[in-house]
């Protein structure tokens, strides 16, 4: 597995307006460091302690996107250097994350969580659910988040219309709630769409950013990672 290569071979064959975000969980520091190596700054992580101990290890210039279910008792191990938070997916995560980003002094960028995919997924917002939330109390006084956009994971299925249809939807949603609630805030305009298998539709579809794991830094190995209990 040649990560310099494969980075520069996506690099090269994606658009300019769209963002590769090189999803590096279980993957050790040496092959983050090859990727940076040939200029990769966004990385992407779903466990709180992995990051945070990456975070620990390596260069500061690099940006940290959060893409994983976020437990609330995990946010503090993020928080202070998080630039993106791609699964909000309650109002009580993102009220929790405002808590501590307050305490952090700081504003921190977030994505809702959608339910896109068919299958029966464990996490992920309605269009509905997401109204809700924008039009609570709760929200007006949350001033340490800002919402930039919107994240999906497609179904894994070999079925390319499948995958089009769910990447067509979240591009919908988005457009949506920019014209219903975000008209005049530039900041929201990120859909973060597409993994190895299916990025080339997500582009398609209007993907902002791309999620890349595998295709990067080859097949994961989850036999060599303590299984969260
Ligand atoms: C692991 C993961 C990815 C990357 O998946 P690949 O198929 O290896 O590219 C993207 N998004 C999320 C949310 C992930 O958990």
């Known amino acids: 597995m040649n990560i310099k290569e494969n980075i520069k071979q996506i690099k090269d064959s994606i658009p300019e307006n769209v963002t590769l975000i090189a999803v590096s969980k279980?993957?050790?520091?040496?092959?983050?460091?090859?990727?940076y190596s040939v200029g990769q700054r966004i990385f992407g992580e779903n466990k709180a302690q992995e990051m945070r101990q990456k975070h620990e290890d390596l260069p500061k210039d690099i940006?940290?996107?959060?893409i994983g279910h976020l437990q609330e008792n995990?946010?503090?191990y993020i928080i202070s250097y998080v630039s993106l938070i791609h699964s909000v997916d309650s109002l009580k995560l993102l009220k929790e994350i405002n808590k501590h980003a307050l305490k952090n002094n700081r504003v921190?960028?977030?994505?809702?969580?959608?339910?896109?995919?068919?299958?029966?997924?464990k996490f992920g917002l309605s269009q509905q659910e997401v109204m809700d939330i924008l039009e609570s109390e709760d929200y007006k006084e949350l001033n340490n988040v800002r919402i930039c956009g919107v994240m999906g994971i497609g179904s894994i299925t070999e079925d390319r219309q499948q995958t089009c249809k769910e990447f067509k939807e979240l591009k919908e949603i988005f457009t949506f709630l920019k014209e219903k609630y975000f008209e005049d805030k530039d900041y929201f305009k990120e859909i973060s769409m597409g993994m190895t298998h299916d990025y080339d539709i997500?582009?398609?579809?209007?993907?902002?950013?791309?999620?890349?794991g595998s295709k990067i830094f080859g097949q994961r190995d989850y036999s060599k990672t303590v299984k969260a209990i």
């Not at 279980?26 to 990727?35: F, G, I």
């Not at 940006?63 to 959060?66: D, E």
């Not at 398609?204 to 890349?212: Q, S």
């Open 108 to 121: 921190v960028d977030c994505l809702f969580e959608m339910d896109i995919s068919k299958e029966e997924s």
């Open 74 to 76: 995990k946010i503090k």
């Open 202 to 212: 997500a582009i398609e579809e209007g993907a902002t950013l791309i999620r890349i």
């Open 63 to 66: 940006i940290w996107h959060f």
């Open 26 to 35: 279980t993957k050790p520091n040496e092959d983050l460091m090859e990727a």
